[in-house]
């Protein structure tokens, strides 16, 4: 659990979740979520979610207003930045000390998340090298709950035919499609060419690791195409 520095409080596991949502589904940090969608992300009815942010808002973590949607305070990011860090060093825990696969490592984290301590998290980043991005390639904040350097990215449905990149994230926890992409190597770190891009999908050469840039071609769904995302940049 997650001590609050001004109360000493501690939160709950679902105090937790609800504040690591807020902050994934605000794309500006100055933005807000609206209810209903925070009440779909969670899995909750809207009058579940409302009651929890009126206890969130009473704890200084968000401000809140009804049929206006809800922001995080600097305490609240805090807790979600602190939440994130631990997830997503579990995840790179999991896969390089377990041998989990990168479909499986997810639902792991949600579970741990929340009862490692300070020093298990400190002694873990430092054992895996202190990694910048997990298994999917999501960045993952530093001991001081600052990001490292953002990447340019860009989704494989907003690229044209001849586009050469690596993959540097894959924003899905579906096992189905994680699955589907490690058959296919589309893993963050390979390179790929874009082939074709439609109403059918994208169509991607991958590319060798070696100079013979001869690879296989996959069809990519527009849905899944869409959460796979790109750094411009061919292989040595």
Do not use: C
């Amino acid at each position: 659990m997650i001590i609050l520095d001004e109360s000493k409080k501690i939160l709950s596991e679902s105090q937790e979740d609800y504040l690591k949502q807020i902050y994934l589904l605000i794309e500006d940090p100055q933005g807000i979520v609206g209810t209903q969608a925070l009440a779909e992300r969670i899995g909750v009815a809207p009058a579940s979610a409302t009651a929890m942010l009126h206890k969130l808002r009473a704890l200084g973590l968000v401000h809140y207003a009804e049929y206006r949607g809800v922001s995080l305070t600097e305490s609240g990011r805090k807790v979600a930045l602190e939440l994130l860090r631990h997830h997503r060093l579990l995840e790179s825990f999991l896969q390089t000390a377990l041998g989990y696969g990168w479909e499986e490592v997810h639902d792991e984290a949600e579970r741990l998340e929340h009862y490692i301590s300070e020093t298990f998290e400190t002694r873990m980043a430092l054992w895996l090298g202190e990694p910048e991005f997990d298994p999917h390639g999501d960045p993952i904040p530093n001991a001081d709950l600052v990001f490292p350097v953002v990447r340019t990215e860009t989704s494989l449905t907003k690229l044209g035919a001849g586009f050469e990149g690596q993959i540097v994230r894959v924003a899905t926890q579906d096992r189905d499609e994680l699955n589907l992409l490690s058959h296919l190597h589309l893993l963050p770190g390979r390179f790929v060419k874009i082939a074709e891009s439609g109403s059918n999908g994208v169509r991607l050469n991958v590319l060798n690791v070696d100079t013979s840039r001869q690879g296989n071609h996959f069809l990519i769904p527009l849905s899944l195409a869409a959460r796979i995302f790109l750094q411009e940049g061919q292989p040595s």
